[in-house]
């Protein structure tokens, strides 16, 4: 394969195909607008990354390619195509990595990332060596891709622009279809279409896996294997439970009956993740000790339920959670690992379309919270929406809860947390802007204060 050029190459799922490519020994470059540690780890890889779009950072017999989230007057892609060179979607160049393999995607419109990284992790512990690609952080790995020696590929498959449609892959688990995107597909029944189609783009049925617990898979997925809670699920799942840090279930599958699997991660919605992922695992050929062992080895997500600091009691968590149903599930999780603590919940809504898409759906999602901090909606690159903004959620959530809400914008939110979080809070900075980076710094600042009686709980 020729020299590859990325423009967004500090993308999270841009940089994972970069990443895939530089193990391959194929040179890679690549442009973004801003130096992250994403972008520092791919120069150490030997990517050549410029900071700033600018039609000189292409190289001249490069392959380019670009994301959804590219413009099209961009001067990069300008001048590929001014200079007719070959140009492809990311989904493209991902479809092409997949030839050969036999591909696993994880799609649906929450819990793709966690059950990608789950599955990877699942599949190399047991010795499978398979080739990822995730849109997120896998913690055991440190990484978002490894290229593997092995047969399987396991890719998170994108719905959001409608690109998923592009694979044919041999297995996959559907993990849900909730409103979003509505700025692509503009109709919840274009999403279900979309979805439909891709369910009949599997090769295997054996190795479909669909959540019947979810009501449109259940309703529109005739083939294939349903897992759930559901008494009707093929893959069934009971008997769940919560204990700190770890989940366990009963599972029960082809007539085998698997007592208490368990996993280090939050909340009811995981437990169906790892339902999932151990139905699959099993499907494989992977022997049932095998994949037990492995479960327990996952150390979970970057920015998915991810303890970032402690401090004289406070705990500090950073969560990707953007949408309603996200966030209602992830909260319900952490509430059950601190019941007994005041659990503080700092909100970034995210993007002006999804605000205004999700009207009525933030009313009662914060119930799990005891205080909520609504800061600015971060754009994402859109212009702003007349009539959305962050008191449209706040209002909401006053309306229908009983949550002690509050806004504050996000340039006096350091000095109004400083003053606001008190011994034994769990602080949880929510979004999927730039909350995160805020987040971490803040909580650095914080643990900067330890005295030297407190060092233990700090590390």
Not at 122 to 140: I, Q
Not at 237 to 251: T, Y
Request: hydrophobic share 40%; aromatic share 10%; proline share 2%.
């Amino acid at each position: 394969m020729k020299s590859t050029h990325f423009i967004g190459i500090g993308g999270i799922g841009m940089s994972a195909l970069a990443k895939i490519l530089l193990m391959q020994k194929i040179p890679v470059s690549g442009s973004d607008i801003a130096s992250s540690y994403v972008t520092e780890e791919l120069k150490s890889l030997g990517a050549k990354v410029h900071i700033g779009h600018d039609a000189g950072n292409v190289p001249q017999d490069a392959i380019v390619v670009y994301s959804t989230d590219i413009s099209k007057d961009n001067p990069e892609f300008l001048f590929a195509i001014k200079n007719h060179m070959e140009v492809m979607h990311r989904s493209d160049l991902l479809q092409k990595m997949m030839k050969g393999k036999k591909t696993v995607a994880i799609a649906g419109t929450h819990g793709k990332t966690t059950t990608t990284s789950l599955m990877a992790t699942v599949f190399t512990e047991c010795g499978m060596a398979p080739t990822f690609a995730v849109g997120g952080f896998v913690k055991n790995y440190g990484t978002n891709a490894l290229w593997g020696a092995g047969e399987h590929f396991i890719a998170e498959a994108d719905e959001s622009d409608g690109t998923f449609l592009k694979y044919t892959p041999f297995g996959a688990i559907v993990t849900n279809i909730g409103m979003d995107h509505m700025s692509y597909f503009g109709t919840k029944e274009r999403l279900k279409e979309a979805f439909l189609k891709f369910l009949f783009k599997v090769q295997s049925h054996e190795h479909l896996f669909f959540c019947k617990d979810n009501k449109d898979l259940n309703e529109m997925c005739h083939h294939g294997v349903g897992y759930g809670f559901a008494e009707d699920s093929e893959l069934r799942g009971s008997n769940f439970v919560q204990e700190g840090w770890k989940l366990s279930l009963d599972i029960r599958f082809h007539s085998k009956f698997y007592k208490k699997v368990e996993a280090p991660l939050v909340g009811f919605h995981n437990a169906l993740n790892v339902l999932a992922v151990f139905g699959y695992a099993v499907s494989s050929g992977i022997r049932e000790e095998a994949i037990r062992a492995a479960l327990l080895k996952f150390e979970g997500v970057k920015r998915r339920s991810d303890v970032i600091a402690k401090k004289e009691g406070v705990v500090f968590v950073d969560d990707y959670a953007h949408h309603p149903t996200e966030i209602a599930s992830t909260l319900r999780g952490l509430k059950s690992v601190f019941p007994a603590n005041r659990l503080v919940v700092v909100y970034q809504p995210h993007r002006y379309s999804r605000v205004k898409d999700c009207k009525g759906a933030f009313g009662k999602i914060f119930d799990d919270a005891d205080e909520l901090i609504v800061t600015d909606i971060y754009p994402a690159g859109e212009a702003p929406v007349k009539g959305v903004d962050a008191m449209n959620i706040v209002e909401e959530v006053l309306d229908s809860s009983d949550v002690s809400t509050v806004f504050v914008s996000k340039d006096k939110l350091h000095d109004h947390l400083k003053g606001f979080l008190k011994k034994g809070d769990a602080v949880v900075f929510m979004g999927a802007g730039d909350i995160s980076s805020f987040g971490r710094q803040f909580a650095s600042q914080y643990q900067a204060s330890c005295s030297t009686e407190s060092i233990s709980i700090c590390s």
